[in-house]
């Protein structure tokens, strides 16, 4: 099975508060919410210290291929910054993909608004950060692409990739 990273798929890299290493995020309009990989926070003291304070609720979550499952219902609020966007997000915990550490859905597109252009596959914030400032009406994606040419950078767009909630 080929573990690569297909090029249509809008992935960006990103800092979290709390970790040092950059995480591989998917943003995808297919997923219902926001999802973090267990391997990637376990060992955290986030991660501990939610685990002990979580209730025994569980969630079924269908997963891209269709496949339900039922996982303890653990959610963290990570500080995610990247491009334009920084912001704490609300992430249900679950085995995801390696390739992925973080995926975005639908609850991170509806609350953020992005704009993408599509023909140059960038994406960029349309509304003020919670600190008031919009560092561009360009977005970061845009101004490093012309910096370093267009044929450059990784070739992005909205993947169809499903993780909904039941």
Not at 46 to 59: F, K
Request: proline content about 4%.
């Amino acid at each position: 099975m080929d573990r690569k990273c297909k090029p249509d798929l809008l992935i960006v890299h990103a800092t979290v508060k709390g970790f040092e290493k950059q995480w591989t995020i998917l943003i995808d309009s297919g997923a219902s919410g926001n999802f973090v990989r267990r391997s990637t926070v376990d060992g955290s003291q986030q991660y501990a210290v939610t685990l002990q304070e979580r209730s025994r609720d569980v969630v079924t979550v269908r997963l891209a291929m269709g496949t339900r499952v039922t996982v303890p219902k653990v959610s963290l609020d990570l500080g995610v910054k990247f491009l334009d966007f920084a912001s704490t997000e609300r992430c249900l915990v679950l085995d995801l993909d390696s390739r992925y550490d973080l995926v975005l859905g639908m609850a991170w597109l509806k609350r953020h608004e992005p704009w993408i252009d599509w023909r140059s596959k960038t994406i960029g914030a349309t509304h003020f950060s919670p600190g008031g400032a919009l560092a561009s009406h360009e977005p970061t994606s845009a101004r490093r692409r012309s910096a370093i040419g267009a044929s450059t950078g990784p070739s992005r767009s909205l993947c169809w990739t499903s993780v909904c909630l039941k």
